[in-house]
């Protein structure tokens, strides 16, 4: 019996996967080419693909970081940005980009759009699906870029690579630490919550269901069913088959969501610093809860945007202080694995 | 008299040319095998590279797939035009094109020339030494391996089951004993030609041919019949994974590699910079003159093996999520759990803080918060006391907690009136745990409380039915905690050996045994409550024997003495 139930879930998840590359099929019409510059990309190259909305802000130290761990080729999606971004992005030589002013709720917050590209562009490759306010740091990342961490995967015969997204806030209010665009957001985001997360294994697509954080611990405590998903699988050796199912938690075939180990070791995983409490997001978040773009029944999130457009403090007392991979590595946020 | 260096290369051609040239310029001939993979104009734009030195040669090409003949193939050929072409060459060294000498290559030269009649090369029997990881240690050379495992995986794995299930085994020729080892070797011109000119080669090399991994027991095994002194060792150091993957080195193990003093190391990552820098420009070095010892920096490795296979016990998290039965235990480090005990005492947990030094909670699965010690709103690692939250997922706060105050020992207050429905076989299945239960304790909150009597009568029934339900979980075969359960009436009796022992477990020893107990509970008139519920037709059982009239055992009014001093 559970034989054929897994082979009936395998049937429906292959027609489901199926679907989703089909909608990114579609969405391709949405998307106008303002800077294609894709015919540079190298055959091995690392490739990162994101959808962005005004966050001209964030660029500069993003370009600069994911740069530096050696990214090839940066692909953009521009959902209808005013502030710059635009700009900014056609000054760089190793980025290409998309320009659309669809929604990004129906486009399931960009994923449709990055399918599309995926589909196009990353097949071969090892692709890194990333928001603009998502850092990836990863063991030993300052001596061992990409090309280093992906070299081992591929000899590993691993397929994806996953991470635990850290919400880093301030000491203090959200509003009084000013952010300077180019420097490190890490300066005055350097505090986070490093104990307090909840996991669960999904048992359709086998992800690990990750919640908690500062966002459950203040804004979520009393319906933690709705705090936000913390797991992600943002690196994946991309096939043109693959398709993210919800946002970047998930993809299909469901064995890249296993990205962890279950009979007790553990497996290599990376940290996605979220940098979206700069002092931004104070402004931002009523603009947000207007859009009402970023959730599926955005209505429930209303209180989780009137309480950040109240510029609150996040730190308390048990708050721990970024100092850098190692310290997280030790607190078991992410892990070295094998990877001597 | 020199050392001759057989490079087999197939990818990193930039790499593997600076390392001929740090060969050659100290004088070492070179024979370089590229795989035949390798795409022409590759392989042209090499040999052009390396054409101005001229003690390098190139040996004929053979088609090296992981695991089978093709790389004892080339080694013999690049073996054969070595000691051929390079007369005064008398040991020889097999590289690969990602090796990087450590140490300056006169070191080396100096080190093999102490010891011209040693040959360098790992060589185990099978049965001696369970190394394989795959499960082909003896079968590897009794079974047919004719199929490439990373091509044809399918093929090699049915070829594998046919043969066993028709049990089929090949005959060794000659009577040789298998031997295994690291592929990397160095051997002297009489060994090394003795097992190429060998007339009984072509017998040799057609078995070899079909056993699995070639190149880690040819010469391995042909060694054993030729040498004079076999130093069962391998001068390079590389260090492979659980599942027989090399480690590679980059350039944050340069501290570690300069460690180890061996000779050569491998494999190193084509762009490690600052490794092929810092070795291949040094001048001169130190000239240690020290023995390679690898095993110096073996620890880094062995933990390494533990992490990915067994994992940080206690640790839940996006890349370790063991399914039930496999986790290692729920929590990462022995707690206590006490119930009933803040019932009868009153000052209870301030006492067990100070006899104890450890942290101390209330009520942690309180139905209104999770009383953390001190009143804490949030604690360790921003766990927060929110209800909801930790009934969302109570297997993660308790995890959590435990984990978020390593080095610290957790104590805490649990009882009926909790939630404990969905806790209660995860603690009861937790070798940490150590539970220690008063039953029926919780009848004394309700003895003195100021409700009305039906109120109070529904409250002990629904408590007993839950704690008695909790106690059949402590008491099943599946619970791995240690439990210590006394009635109510039991443990008043003679509370301070149980204490003792309770207080003992928990570890900080007091030589001078317990100075302070706790104030208990006055309970004059708890057995005329007790009393009172049975006429009311609840009996309550849980705390055991009160009698109705004042007793012996109940505390001596007449003379109060909440601190008894030894």
Redesign the interface.
Known sequence: MSLLSEAGMAYRLRWKRRRLLFRALRKRRQLKAIKDRTARILPDQILLFSTIRNEAERLPFFLEHYRSLGVGHFLFVDNASDDGSAKLLEEQDDVSFWSTSESYRLSRFGVDWLGWLQIKHGHGHWCLTVDADEILIYPHYQTRPLPALTGWLDQQELESFGALMLDMYPNGALEDQKYMPGSSPFETLDWFDSGNYMMQQKPDLLNLWIQGGVRARLFFKDRPRRAPTLGKVPLVKWNRRFAYVSSTHSLLPRRLNQVYDVEGGERISGVLLHTKFLDSVVARSSEEKKRAEHFANSKLYDDYYDALSSNPTLWCESSSRFTGWRQLEAMGLMSKGNWV | MSVGIIMLVHTAFDRAEQVARHWSAAGCPIVVHADKNVVPSAYNAFVDALSDMPNVRFSKRHRCEWGTWGLVAATQSASRLMLDEFPHVRHVYLASGSCLPLRPVQELIDYLAERSQTDFIESATTSDVPWTIGGFDKERFTLRFPFAWRKNRFLFDKYVAIQRLIRYRRRIPNGIVPHMGSQWWCLTRQTLSAILDDPDRPIYDRYFKKVWIPDESYFQTLARLYSRQIESRSLTLS?F???G?P??F???HLQLLRRSDCFVARKI?P?ANRLYDAFLTDPAGAMKRTEPNPGKIDR??AK??E??????RG?????????EG???GLTCAPYAVFEGFSDLFENFERWLAKVTGARVHGHLFAPERAEFADG?S???????D?A??RD??PR??IS?LI??TRGERQCFQMGPRDVIKDIQWDIAKDANAQISVLSGAWAVNLFKSNSNFADIRQEAARLQRIESKHLEVLRSPWTKARVRIWTMAEFIEAPMEPLQAIIDEIGKQNQFGLSEVPKMADLTGFGQFLQNLKNQGMHPYLMGDFPVEHQLHEPNKDKPKPYLVR
């Open positions: 260090k994974d659980y599942q993957k480690h590679i980059y350039d944050d990552w762009f880094i490795f390494a093996v992490r990915r296979m067994r994992g940080r640790l839940y998290m996006q890349s370790r999520f063991p399914v496999r986790e290692n804490q949030v604690t360790n690692g921003a766990l927060s929110s909801s939250l969302y997922n993660a706060f959590s984990w978020n």
